[in-house]
């Protein structure tokens, strides 16, 4: 390599991991310059752009590094990363096939060309690479959760036994444990065997809960503070801002409590010839962290809600549709379908007036019992109320009053889709939706199993099936393990309706 290309490179590399991302981002780039060809450079400074959000530009650099055909495993998988977080998974997915070629005893390797292959729909190559990377690291936990939930387990087909003995092996990290029994009670609900399942959903996040130290006064100082902010009704968008450009390409977000429906919702409208969509993204309270400039490392806390309104929201919004909009798709729309946004409908209705908004709301037994099953990113503090059932119900109820929060203050701009009555009625509901949005309505809309765009989110396997009912009252099944998240419900006053 000549010149100091290689050592800007490490140096830059070095900065950017220990937390000094945009001086480490400006040695990269001296690296790129100091040597075009050397392939590894581009795709570090494509990582590192796709840290801080910079989705166009870290693009750019994954695929100028990609041209320069590199042949080491690692800078492939660097620029699959880049490619993924930019929801380009079939871009992803060849990256990571090559670097499995060039490197197939990486379980790593293995592990991200097997979510992709998920992402896309390729489910039974993904379950093959998944097991492909059990066999290089049995210990390699997350593949094992992952493993479970690419297909319904059977008889004749499960993993019961191997992950018994790896559970048995000890002794194990808290996430360990917490993957292995998750991937425990998912096979074993799918050979109905609920009450050994749920056992493994207890045992495994209530580790995982006293690990992190958890306590549900940190959020609910999150839903006070959002609701101080916002104390009374804001301003209904101006006419000229719901029927210009503006409008035309206006974003919608769809919000809700985790596995309500948004992924179904979200598939929906971007089946739309209209509406692309931009997965899960963290950019809007991203950019409003930016924008706050407080110091601490988490993007959503009081301090930064403290901090919000002093900022510039109508820029904000701009910025946020520059970096979200998907690179490549023409649709003037696009949907963002990042739950935890419910805790900034106020500032996105100032930032982005024409936006549409619109909250998914399920049964609170189902959206409970849904969130306890369901295996969180373990590194991501914001669904830490999930490991336990109380935990859940109070969780639940603040969401209740939040919506109805922003439904007072936010009127005819907040639109409610609840998942029983999506089920019950597709059509006349989806037509609801498509009015909401201001979009017309198209028949493919109710065809979103047949949506070919990659699905980044739990419900990868769910939305590739037309719309069905099994799950609406799957609380029943459990109902004498969930006596603890009623209780808190019925505290809280939330109608159960049962």
């Known amino acids: 390599m000549p010149g100091s290309a290689g050592g800007l490179l490490v140096r830059g590399v070095m900065a950017a991991e220990a937390g000094r991302v945009r001086e480490g981002l400006a040695l990269i780039r001296e690296a790129c310059a100091a ?167 207890l045992a495994g996040n209530a580790r995982k809960r006293a690990a992190t130290g958890y306590r549900f006064e940190r959020d609910q100082g999150l839903f006070e503070a959002v609701m101080r902010l916002f104390p009374e009704a804001l301003p209904a968008p101006a006419q000229a801002e719901l029927t210009g450009d503006e409008s035309a390409r206006a974003p919608i977000f769809v919000v809700g409590m985790p596995r309500t429906g948004t992924t179904l919702v979200e598939r929906m409208l971007s089946s739309h010839s209209q509406v692309a969509t931009a997965g899960e993204s963290q950019n809007f309270g991203v950019l409003l962290k930016r924008a706050c400039q407080t110091p601490s490392p988490q993007v959503l806390d009081e301090a930064t809600l403290a901090q919000s309104l002093r900022v510039d929201l109508r820029a904000l919004g701009r910025d946020y549709v520059e970096r979200t909009r998907p690179a490549g798709p023409s649709q003037p729309r696009f949907v963002d379908k990042m739950p935890l946004n419910f805790f900034y409908l106020g500032h996105i209705a100032r930032a982005l007036p024409a936006a549409s908004i619109v909250v998914l709301r399920r049964h609170p037994l189902d959206t409970g019992l849904s969130n306890f099953r369901q295996l969180f990113a373990t590194g991501f503090s914001y669904y830490d109320y999930a490991r336990d059932l109380r935990d859940i119900g109070r969780y639940c109820a603040q969401f209740d009053r939040l919506v109805a929060h922003w439904q007072a203050l936010l009127p005819g701009r907040v639109h409610e889709v609840r998942y029983e009555a999506l089920v019950a009625d597709q059509r006349g509901e989806t037509a609801k939706l498509l009015a909401h949005c201001r979009l017309p309505w198209e028949e493919a809309c109710l065809k979103f199993d047949r949506n070919e765009s990659a699905v980044a989110t739990a419900s990868a396997v769910q939305v590739r099936q037309p719309l069905y009912a099994s799950s609406v009252g799957r609380w029943r099944r459990y109902r004498t393990h969930l006596q603890p998240l009623i209780d808190e419900l019925r505290a809280a006053g939330v109608p159960l309706g049962d």
């Open 35 to 201: 040597d075009p060809a050397d392939a590894e450079a581009h795709a570090q400074l494509g990582r590192w752009l796709s840290r801080l959000h910079h989705t166009g530009e870290s693009v750019d650099a994954a695929q100028r590094a990609l041209a320069l055909l590199p042949a080491s495993a690692a800078t492939l998988d660097t620029i699959g990363v880049v490619f993924s977080r930019a929801g380009l998974h079939a871009q992803a997915a060849d990256c990571f096939a090559r670097a499995v070629a060039l490197d197939p005893e990486r379980a790593g390797l293995h592990f991200n060309h097997a979510a992709a292959l998920k992402f896309l729909g390729r489910f039974a190559e993904a379950e093959a690479a998944y097991e492909a990377c059990v066999r290089c690291d049995p210990r390699f936990w997350r593949a094992h959760s992952a493993l479970a939930a690419t297909r319904r387990q059977t008889p004749e087909r499960n993993h019961l036994e191997r992950l018994e003995r790896l559970l048995a092996t000890g002794p194990l990290g808290p996430d360990a444990e917490l993957h292995l029994r998750h991937a425990l009670a998912k096979e074993l609900e799918d050979l109905g065997r609920d009450d050994e399942a749920f056992a493994h959903l």
